[in-house]
């Protein structure tokens, strides 16, 4: 008798992924790391050497695990409410006609060289990343390359593919992100934002594997449309069918779209200078939407309805950032995250420096899905394995390359990253779809990153 078994919904798939956590507390011991102030950071960082098993273990029942969902949802807030401003807002811009002119004018430029716009995506957004460490931004323009790409005969999966790709590369690679390479290299105790002409140079052949898979998937669903990986599932909202004619581009529709341009600048520019985030980011399109109703002359209530719209398109999606944080959450209660660090760590000290580099690459990666924030984790693992890089040959700056590549890399496909949440929330891809489509250019990266980090053992990267 055969079965077919059908993946569950992406809200369901990661509460199982919570119980699975859950569960994973009664089973691993519980145990600590001490900690200490930095004082090159000023944060709370782990002491190496002091793991120590917990005398009793703390049992977390299912009320914890229903109890953990709100928590959650307080934890992840910045991001939710900023999902539900951007939403608001590009419902108003839409409702102008500006970002069908937009369309317009990208596929008269780019319809006849898909290659080059994708290209473009992923270099420059991985660029951003590893200069101002940005992330969240990119989730204004999901929209926006989802119906660029349905008009130009390929799919929401190669929007999304062209942004976590430039995204996680930049994160993997990154020259000077103030939240990983400065944390890492200020815990690891080597010159801040040291070694940034190797990385910088590194982006290059790392956004290129990353446009060659993106690249040759969109060729197969240009040929094939049925090869598309989203092929059944039905487009929400105005990417649904691209419109047969776009409106032409009017001197309203250009101040809108420097508006934009100008909210996301300005956001940047107080990130990197004033310590702004996603809040600040929300203000900043807040007034965006005001201003558009202003020079179109949208009534208030007209421009009122529109944004509860648009913000309810995304109730889904904030769901989804909400139970991913809530996994991460569970994992903490349950005190096993330093028994995972300790256990990792343990077997790098047996292998040779070349061996040891790859396996904290490896490490890396995989507790980034216990620690999706890339400055937790460097406040957690740096400490560990910046001494044990020194015992087994692996010089610091080589330590800290690893924390960034598994960092970065397994931020393109790891469920409890609430930003990759919230874009694939956005462009409507359930996570299974997402993870058969991110699995081989996660694996080519590793590849490359770990053939990477043996070149740097042994050229001494330091």
Known sequence: MSMNFRMPHTLALLFFIMVAALVATWIIPQGQFATEVSP?????????????????????????????????????????????????????????GTIDALLGQLLGRFSTRPALLIFSVVFVFALTSSVMGASGE????????VALCRAMRMDAMTAVGMVVAGYGIGYGVAAFNQYTVFIAQGVAEIPIYSGWPVRLGLTLPFVLIGVHHVWGYAKRVQEDPERSLVADIPIAGDAAQPPAEYPTMTFRHVLVLLGFLSAIGIAIWGI???????????????VLGLATAVVFRLGASDAARRFVQGAGDLTETALLVGVARGIALVMEDGQILHTIVHGLSMPLSTVGPELAAVGMLIMQAVLNLFVPSGS???????????????????TRQVSVLAFQFGDGFSNMIIPTNA????????????????FRFCLPLFLKLMAAAAVTMVAAVVLGFS
């Open 40 to 96: 090159a950071t000023g944060a709370t960082v782990v002491v190496p050497g002091t793991y120590e098993v917990s005398d009793e273990r703390r049992i977390l029942g299912p009320w914890q695990l229903f109890t953990a969902i709100p928590r959650a949802f307080a934890a992840a807030q910045d991001i939710i409410f900023f999902l539900f401003i951007i939403g608001g807002v590009l419902a108003i811009i839409r409702a102008t």
């Open 272 to 286: 990197a200078t004033r310590g702004w985030y996603l809040i600040e980011l929300g203000a900043a399109f807040l």
């Open 138 to 145: 990119y989730i204004p323009f999901i929209l926006i390359l």
């Open 376 to 394: 937790g984790q460097a406040f957690v693992t740096m400490p560990i394995m910046a001494p044990l890089g020194d015992i087994v040959g692996v």
């Open 419 to 434: 930003v990759l949440m919230g874009i694939l929330g956005m462009a409507g891809i359930p996570y299974d779809r997402w």
